[in-house]
């Protein structure tokens, strides 16, 4: 009997170190996945830019794991949180990644829904990579856990001041924003800019309300002061709107759009007759980067989704799960403490697609690039080519 109890004792621990082999508890067999997590909207008003964002950091992710993913053969998994651009949602989004326990988060779409979830990753300790929020401030509140791919806004204004000045030669400028952190942060950046070159004027500076229809009331107030150029610095949904109904008011006005107002949807929504000629101020369009990274990544893009992103902010996003997965493999850790030190401080010249990529002390990314562009006859976005007589 004694031997026979040794026998089943022998079994039961041969049972439980096979069970350990096959779910790598021991270090071996298959090896789990690095979460990380994508917050962005991806259903509601900005579910265009949303989707194309998931869409491009699938295409890294699978790129990554295809040569054998990070630290020691572990693959990248993505976890998705929709918030629905909704400073709400993206709390409660936030929430949720934390509960996921991804190891770092690509967050997100538009600087107002960024600033809640980001609160809560820095109080939280997670690293957060921002793709599409841009306003100033947000890497001025001294977080250790913030980064951003894109680019500020106080950059974007300098930009728009030297076009209207030395491109346009015009001389009298309309602002709207629409009170969001972003589009206030813009409009605020292109007045100061604006002032300090002293040539151009602004003859108007006003907001409009975001998710409103009809902007008639506004719109005829600023055409009274008769402006050449108005810069709208909110989102496309309305952009689409406020250029339709200038032109049903008579305006001549050069519109130009912020680096989120003019894309695909712009033009569906303010139909071609008026969105033809409108221009916008921007980071480079993926099919006009040149960088090594720019063509397979673009390629790849294109077959799988028959065109290429109609917007920058995407492939920003993209470029921060480069910016993860490099810092993971760099420092051997997940740790998000590891991490933003390595980012911050050692992190220089990664090759990226919207070219090489470097922080700042503060999180920010170092460089800048803008292009002015014009929605052609046919509805795309090319580099804006001045008339020539």
């Not at 993206?90 to 770092?104: C, D, F, P, W, Y």
């Not at 602002?175 to 151009?200: C, I, P, Q, W, Y």
Request: hydrophobic fraction near 40%.
């Amino acid at each position: 009997m004694k031997g026979y109890r040794m026998y089943l004792v022998l079994i039961s621990l041969a049972l439980v170190l096979v069970s350990a082999l096959g779910t790598g508890a021991l270090g071996a067999g298959k090896l789990d996945p690095i979460r990380i997590g994508l917050q962005a909207p991806i259903t509601d008003q900005w579910a265009y830019e949303g989707e194309m964002a998931k869409n491009c950091v699938q295409i890294v992710a699978d790129e990554i794991n295809g040569k054998g993913g990070i630290l020691g053969g572990r693959k990248i998994e993505i976890v998705v949180g929709d918030d629905q651009g909704s400073v709400r949602q993206s709390a409660l989004t936030a929430q949720r990644m934390i509960s996921e326990k991804v190891v770092a988060v690509i967050s997100t779409y538009g600087s107002s829904v960024a600033e809640p979830s980001a609160t809560i990753y820095e109080r939280e300790g997670l690293l957060n990579i921002a793709y599409g929020a841009t306003a100033v401030e947000l890497t001025e509140r001294g977080w250790k856990y913030f980064f951003r791919t894109c680019f500020k806004d106080d950059h974007q204004g300098t930009f728009f001041a030297r076009f209207v000045n030395g491109t346009l030669k015009v001389g009298n400028v309309a602002v709207l924003h629409d009170n969001t952190t972003f589009g206030k942060g813009l409009a605020e950046a292109a007045r100061v800019s604006l002032e300090n070159a002293n040539k151009a004027k602004i003859v108007f500076y006003d907001a409009v309300t975001p998710g409103e229809r009809d902007f008639t009331p506004i719109l005829t107030r600023m055409q009274k002061t008769n402006p050449d150029v108005v810069y709208f610095t909110g989102y496309y949904p309305e952009a689409g709107l406020i250029a339709r109904q200038m032109r049903s008011l008579g305006s001549k006005a050069i519109f130009v759009g912020g680096n989120a107002a003019i894309n695909d949807e712009f033009v569906e929504i303010a139909g071609i007759d008026v969105a033809k000629g409108s221009l916008t101020t921007q980071e480079p369009l993926p099919i006009h980067l040149e960088f090594p990274e720019s063509k397979g990544f673009l390629d790849e893009y294109i077959s799988r989704h028959n065109a290429p992103p109609s917007s920058p902010w995407p492939v920003y996003a993209a470029d921060a799960l480069k910016v993860i997965a490099a810092a993971i493999d760099s420092t051997g850790s997940t740790d998000s403490k590891v991490l933003a030190d390595y980012i911050r401080n050692e992190m220089k010249d990664l090759p990226g697609i919207t070219g090489p990529i470097g922080f700042d002390s503060l999180g920010d990314r170092t460089g800048a690039m803008y292009l002015a562009y014009e929605v052609t006859p046919d509805g795309t976005l090319q580099p804006y080519q001045p008339y020539q007589p």
